[in-house]
């Protein structure tokens, strides 16, 4: 089906109702059940708390994942996906308010380049806005010169997580988790190609469009951020 499988008895009620279709999640799981359909996730990773930190730039965020609205806060993080006869990397930027991803690059070299690239993209496609801050782990494709001085140029504040502790990245590492477990081929992908076009398809045909998110109210990440944008427009006012 389009979720690949990954899909629980929760999601696919969710995405219904969200459709018109108004089903509570026992009886998605009862249809499941019928069918003989099983979601492939993988039980939730439990995450090792790290040490002290090491670097010169602070945690600003401090975890408060919660974010008001758009373009508030970004994370940013980098994984690395088997394609083929090597691994390529994968760098996301993800907007804290409804966990969209706005940003991405993917290229077989884990360097500031791609990290640049993926930030880049993800400024152009918001439409370059200001009073951003980002949010990221400490790895040297993030607190190197090209990257730091992309982050000066955009004007945005830079925070980031303790050495080694996860959960201060914590919507970044679900959000590849859930690209693992929901879309990945376990043994990977034939080619760079098809792992671009894949993670493609997950990115913005999938995970932004049509996935329900419980973190949003069961909403995917498009529709919550546009019900914010149609709420919060500005009453008009005559003289």
Request: charged share 20%; aromatic share 12%; with cysteine.
């Amino acid at each position: 089906n389009i979720s690949h499988g990954s899909a629980g008895a929760r999601n696919i009620a969710a995405m219904a109702t969200l459709r018109g279709f108004r089903m509570e999640r026992w009886l998605a799981g009862r249809i499941m059940k019928e069918l003989g359909l099983v979601s492939c996730q993988q039980p939730k990773h439990r995450y090792i708390r790290g040490g002290r930190e090491h670097v010169a730039i602070p945690n600003y965020l401090e975890r408060q994942f919660a974010v008001t609205e758009p373009n508030l806060v970004w994370g940013g993080d980098v994984t690395y996906v088997w394609t083929g006869k090597r691994c390529a990397y994968l760098a996301v930027v993800l907007d804290l308010f409804a966990r969209k991803p706005v940003g991405r690059a993917i290229s077989f070299s884990p360097d500031s380049q791609l990290t640049t690239k993926a930030l880049e993209v993800a400024f152009e496609n918001r439409g370059r806005p200001s009073g951003l801050m980002f949010h990221s782990e400490q790895g040297s494709h993030y607190t190197s010169r090209q990257f730091c001085q992309l982050l000066w140029r955009y004007r945005i504040k830079q925070s980031m997580s303790r050495r080694g502790n996860c959960w201060d990245n914590s919507p970044m590492e679900r959000f590849f988790r859930s690209l693992k477990n929901e879309w990945i081929p376990v043994m990977g992908y034939g080619s760079f190609t098809e792992a671009a076009r894949s993670i493609t398809d997950y990115i913005v045909g999938y995970y932004s469009t049509l996935r329900a998110h419980d973190y949003n109210g069961g909403l995917p990440p498009n529709e919550s951020e546009n019900r914010f944008w149609k709420n919060s427009k500005p009453v008009a006012s005559f003289s």
